[in-house]
């Protein structure tokens, strides 16, 4: 199981993500560094799971308040051979642009995350693919409904080769993880590299998850209380 460590940043800050309630996320408090400085918690997230790839929520962006740069380019300077997930609420093909730019020249280190809940429509998806064909699509969920003012739920031949299954009730809750919506999703896609977000809590998790179909999952708090083992 393929376990990618999450930072959700606001206002340059690192914040605990809880339920996507995104008005009143917390600075995070971890066990694995003090404060909630993007490159300190990064760098410890990275040391603890021995990742070579990390996810960005970029809060800024998702709230319609522009991309926050200037953590991008510490980030990029400080952690040269990583390769960083974000998802910073693109809703058009203009708005990867403009995240591809903070990438310039090295578009390599960047995985584009196209969230549905942000997208526009079916046409902005396929754009967006067009441009840049590493973007991953965040299925999103919430109160057992989807997060989908494009349509890409009921559009699976759409969707690019890496889908996340994201249930923003199971974000920060620590209430286990959605294997109903991997199942879900990997019934309509079952060639799809999916990873789940939300819920894991230990290792007995992660083996669950794996075995409903999961390649990979999203983790922050596991990571942050130590319920997760480090990297051997």
Same mark, same amino acid.
């Given at each position: 199981m393929n376990?990618?460590?999450?930072?959700?940043v606001k206002e340059?800050?690192?914040?605990?993500?809880? #339920?996507?309630?995104?008005? /009143? @996320? /917390?600075?995070?408090?971890?066990?694995? !560094?003090?404060?909630?400085?993007?490159?300190?918690?990064? %760098? =410890?997230l990275l040391r603890y799971t021995g990742a #070579?790839?990390? @996810?960005?929520?970029?809060?800024?962006?998702?709230?319609?308040?522009?991309? %926050?740069? =200037?953590?991008?380019a510490r980030l990029r300077t400080a952690l040269p051979d990583i390769c960083l997930w974000v998802d910073a609420?693109?809703?058009?093909?203009?708005? &990867?642009d403009a995240l591809l730019a903070c990438f310039a020249p090295s578009p390599q280190q960047l995985v584009a995350v196209l969230g549905s809940e942000s997208l526009s429509s079916l046409e902005a998806? #396929?754009? !967006? &693919? =067009?441009?840049h064909p590493? !973007?991953?699509?965040? &299925?999103?969920?919430?109160?057992? %409904?989807?997060?989908?003012p494009a349509a890409c739920w009921s559009s699976p031949q759409?969707?690019?080769?890496?889908?996340?299954?994201m249930n923003l009730d199971q974000v920060g809750a620590e209430s286990g993880p959605d294997l109903g919506l991997i199942r879900q999703i990997r019934s309509h896609a079952p060639d799809?590299?999916?990873?789940?977000?939300?819920?894991?809590?230990?290792?007995?998790d992660l083996n669950a998850a794996a075995q409903a179909g999961a390649h990979g999952w999203l983790v922050a708090s596991a990571l942050h209380q130590r319920r997760l083992p480090p990297a051997r």
């Open positions: 376990v990618i460590p999450v930072m959700d340059g800050r690192v914040v605990h993500a809880r #339920r996507g309630a995104r008005d /009143q @996320y /917390q600075s995070v408090r971890s066990d694995l !560094c003090p404060g909630d400085d993007p490159i300190e918690v990064a %760098q =410890a #070579r790839q990390l @996810y960005l929520a970029d809060l800024d962006a998702l709230q319609g308040k522009g991309l %926050q740069t =200037a953590v991008l609420g693109i809703r058009r093909p203009d708005d &990867l998806l #396929r754009g !967006c &693919l =067009a441009r590493a !973007c991953a699509l965040s &299925l999103d969920h919430r109160h057992g %409904q989807p997060i989908d759409d969707w690019p080769e890496r889908v996340i299954a799809a590299h999916v990873l789940g977000a939300g819920g894991i809590r230990d290792d007995a």
